[in-house]
């Protein structure tokens, strides 16, 4: 399984950022953010039909979807505050939404979104 995240970089606060990751194939899907010296917190998580949850610290800032035939996931970034600083990665699983790293089998490299006020 590969995946691939990119669209991170250096914004103003307020500003908006979209994270596509394309995945080899079809799975559940999550993404997941970390600073350094945290550990890597849930941001959301998408089923195969495109139902999201949302971590409470970005619930109606940011929005998740799929494009299934490109089997890639989006992570929509508006309102962007400093604290949404981190690398941002994306997690893929064959089984249920988890909002545990231990839920998701594969993961991509990372993107780093910077958020600057």
């Known amino acids: 399984v590969r995946l691939v995240e990119s669209g991170g970089g250096s914004v103003q606060a307020g500003a908006s950022l979209r994270l596509p990751c394309a995945a080899s194939?079809?799975?559940?899907m999550g993404w997941f953010r970390q600073v350094p010296g945290k550990d890597r917190e849930f941001v959301g998580t998408i089923t195969l039909y495109g139902s999201p949850t949302y971590s409470d610290s970005v619930k109606g800032r940011f929005t998740m979807s799929r494009d299934n035939a490109k089997n890639t996931v989006y992570l929509q970034m508006n309102g962007l505050k400093p604290e949404d600083t981190a690398v941002y990665y994306c997690?893929?699983?064959?089984?249920?939404?988890?909002?545990?790293?231990?839920?998701?089998?594969?993961w991509g490299q990372g993107t780093q979104v910077t958020v600057s006020s």
């Open positions: 997690a893929a699983t064959n089984g249920a939404t988890s909002t545990e790293t231990q839920g998701y089998n594969y």
């Open positions: 194939g079809r799975y559940t």
